[in-house]
């Protein structure tokens, strides 16, 4: 399954599936990006970054993709589990210490 | 042992009345942050704290006002409550100003 942007908040996969979940950044002179997951009633927790020289990096069953031409960065999770149900965010940091949060996607996964 | 820790949980109180939320990192972090969590989940910072020094004060009403009585505590006390401040406040703390290490959240309820 895939997200379109940020006009689609929520994203609903089956367990086993790839799921890929999207987002637009503002500023083009953004250069550190960070995925985070937060599951309900709980703080949001890193899952994975990424710079602006890199326009890949890869985790255990995540990979972050950044385009910096269309200023677009992806989460690819590897294998759906029901414990990845949970509300993704992607932040680009703008300026010093500003860590800015894109509005979310809510990642629901059925077994 | 827990990394960042808020206190309370959970606040419900009346329109007028002053309230504090605290926070507390055992990471050794030199950053602090305060961040707003709305209904529809988007996170917006609030305030920065460097060393005990303010470093980002977003357009936050001067209700709100953060106190660092040292780098591994950043309270925030809120007077005057009103019914638009009901949302989640997560403290958070970082060490390199890019990955957040946030806490649980505190849930405020204004009636």
């Known amino acids: 399954g895939e997200s379109v942007g940020l006009h689609l908040p929520t994203l609903s996969v089956q367990e086993g599936d790839n799921s890929i979940i999207n987002c637009a950044y503002s500023?083009?002179?953004?250069?550190?990006f960070i995925w985070y997951k937060q599951e309900s009633g709980k703080g949001p927790q890193f899952i994975i970054d990424?710079?602006?020289?890199?326009d890949k990096r890869q985790g255990q069953r995540v990979t972050v993709l950044l385009n910096k031409t269309v200023k677009h960065l992806s989460l690819q999770i590897a294998a759906t589990q029901p414990g990845d149900s949970a509300v993704y965010f992607c932040?680009?940091?703008?300026?010093?210490?500003?860590?800015?949060f894109g509005t979310g996607t809510r990642l629901l996964v059925s077994p | 042992d827990t990394a960042v820790s808020q206190t309370p949980k959970y606040l419900v109180t009346q329109m007028g009345n002053d309230k504090s939320i605290k926070c507390e990192q055992n990471?050794?972090?030199?950053?602090m942050y305060w961040y707003k969590q709305d209904s529809k989940k988007f996170l917006k910072i609030m305030f920065s704290?460097?060393?005990?020094?303010?470093?980002i004060n977003e357009t936050v009403p001067n209700r709100f006002s953060p106190k660092s009585p040292d780098k591994a505590h950043l309270n925030l006390h809120i007077n005057s409550l009103e019914l638009g401040d009901s949302a989640v406040y997560f403290c958070?703390?970082?060490?390199?100003?890019?990955?957040?290490?946030f806490g649980p959240g505190t849930r405020l309820t204004v009636t």
């Open positions: 500023n083009s002179a953004s250069d550190y």
């Open positions: 990471l050794g972090h030199d950053t």
């Open positions: 932040a680009e940091t703008q300026g010093f210490q500003k860590l800015v």
């Open positions: 704290y460097n060393n005990k020094e303010l470093i």
């Open positions: 990424i710079r602006s020289n890199m």
């Open positions: 958070a703390s970082s060490q390199d100003l890019e990955v957040r290490h």
